[in-house]
């Protein structure tokens, strides 16, 4: 079975909506998505870093994906990594064991709360 990916902003929205699982490099976000297979998707701001860090998060981020979906990943769900500031210095091998527990934790229905709504300042 392929593994799709996630190209529309509208999916990327939905997936907000879904679980959410924290971890130091990463935010897994886990959405159904209505039987169209697994599907991933990776998000990384400008907080992170300029374009060459975030391309090479991404990168890597793929290829957490790629390995770890096919066994782990929830059936008929998109996957959305989120990148956080640690990201790029994490070593890859503990990378990949974060992202197990949180597609395991995800599975379970273990969900991290909610973020807390940002009041903007005036």
Known sequence: MTIGT????????AANRGLRVARPG?????HPNGGQG???GVTVTKKIGNA?????????FRELLRAALP?????????VLIGRE???ERDF?????ELAEALSR?????ADPPRRRRSRPR
Request: glycine letters at 8%.
């Open 6 to 13: 996630i190209r529309k902003r509208a999916d990327f929205l």
């Open 26 to 30: 990463f935010v897994l976000l886990a």
């Open 38 to 40: 697994k599907r991933f």
């Open 52 to 60: 060459v860090v975030r391309n090479r998060m991404k990168r890597r």
């Open 71 to 79: 066994e782990a990943g929830l059936a008929d769900h998109d996957h």
């Open 86 to 88: 640690g990201g790029i």
């Open 93 to 97: 091998a503990k990378m990949q064991v």
């Open 106 to 110: 995800a599975a379970q229905g273990k």
